[in-house]
């Protein structure tokens, strides 16, 4: 399973937009990139998951170069309501994503501040 | 249409003392999985249970067991509780279609405090 590194926090203010990168320079071949965001207490939530280029949702932009050894998820003018923790995984979809055969592997994430 | 649904949301055990917490998946759900979350630590994966059977487990003392039911709703039991099993206990339900985008969703959570 491909191991994946993030800043430990960052620190943002209300209308910037913000951009967390992940490092996975062991990803394979069928592995896809989920991000998860997690409010104190709560679950983690599902965000954007993606393989290659650009993918974008109502929520965020997931950006994967084409050596997919990195990416980006990019949260366009965040709101003090941003505040939380942002889990990037990775992984093949069908052995690793809690569905038909697997489970998520989670590390610590990173801890973003937004600030009025 | 309700989502995950943990009970109970919080809960106090002494030190050997026994615990069952319990999950009911989304609707539509037939996979449920348990985490275990420190304070400030990522979600552990604890095992996760398909057609009544723990498929798979992670890397957790046999302390921790589980089970589901035919209706897909599932519990955690832990025994001999210790400190250090004091965390947030997530359930977190999928779909077996093998579908490419299965995503994982999580309720909220049981806080469970040893004393």
């Known amino acids: 399973l491909a191991k994946t590194t993030q800043p430990i926090s960052m620190d943002s203010y209300e209308g910037q937009e913000v951009n967390i990168t992940c490092s996975h320079n062991?990803?394979?071949?069928?592995?896809?990139i989920t991000w998860y965001q997690q409010f104190p207490s709560q679950g983690p939530r599902f965000i954007i998951q993606?393989?290659?280029t650009k993918v974008t949702n109502e929520v965020a932009s997931l950006f994967i170069p084409a050596d997919r050894k990195s990416s980006t998820l990019s949260l366009p003018r965040v709101s003090l309501s941003d505040t939380a923790v942002y889990y990037c995984l990775v992984g093949d979809p069908l052995m690793n994503y809690g569905g038909s055969q697997g489970n998520l592997i989670f590390g610590k994430g990173t801890k973003l501040s937004v600030k009025p | 249409d309700a989502g995950v649904t943990q009970s109970p949301t919080h809960l106090i055990k002494t030190r050997g003392q026994q615990v069952t917490l319990r999950c009911s998946p989304k609707?539509?759900?037939?996979?449920v999985s348990w985490y275990q979350q420190a304070l400030g630590q990522g979600p552990q994966f604890i095992f996760q249970y398909y057609e009544e059977e723990e498929r798979q487990r992670g890397n957790f003392p046999d302390r921790f067991s589980g089970h589901q039911f035919p209706n897909y709703s599932s519990e955690l039991n832990v025994n001999a509780l210790l400190l250090g099993d004091s965390a947030l206990y997530l359930c977190a339900s999928s779909s077996n279609s093998g579908r490419m985008n299965t995503e994982a969703f999580f309720g909220q959570g049981t806080r469970l405090t040893v004393v």
């Open positions: 062991n990803i394979a071949t069928n592995d896809y």
């Open positions: 609707s539509g759900h037939d996979t």
């Open positions: 993606g393989y290659k």
